[in-house]
């Protein structure tokens, strides 16, 4: 069973860091493009970040670049969103992605808030 597991999320203050994580179990991890992706009520899905499936390349939404940071273990199944320098423009439930081809898995979500 695929499932995605993020973690990490919550209330913080403008200006202060939180990790999130997410967890992978039931596929082949490593063989994945794992990406983070933020929502709004009433907007659409975003991609914040993404790593490829050995870690050597990133890509950044221009709204993050300098303040968030994606990581991933292979050897434990997980990817990270290290974010920094928070504003309250980056609240919203994050989620996590793997995709590999036609196959796309997605997390249920974490929310994220940033008190101003």
């Known amino acids: 069973q695929v499932q995605l597991v993020e973690s990490g999320g919550g209330l913080v203050q403008f200006g202060g860091s939180l990790r999130l994580s997410c967890a992978a179990s039931g596929f082949t991890f490593s063989n994945y493009v794992m990406s983070w992706y933020r929502q709004v009520p009433g907007k659409e899905r975003a991609l914040v970040a993404s790593i490829s499936s050995i870690g050597g390349r990133t890509n950044y939404a221009d709204s993050v670049k300098g303040r968030f940071t994606i990581a991933r273990d292979n050897e434990k199944n997980t990817v990270f969103l290290q974010m920094n320098s928070l504003k309250p423009e980056d609240t919203a439930v994050y989620y996590c992605?793997?995709?590999?081809?036609?196959?796309?898995?997605w997390g249920q979500g974490t929310q994220v808030t940033v008190s101003s």
């Open positions: 992605k793997g995709l590999y081809g036609i196959n796309a898995y």
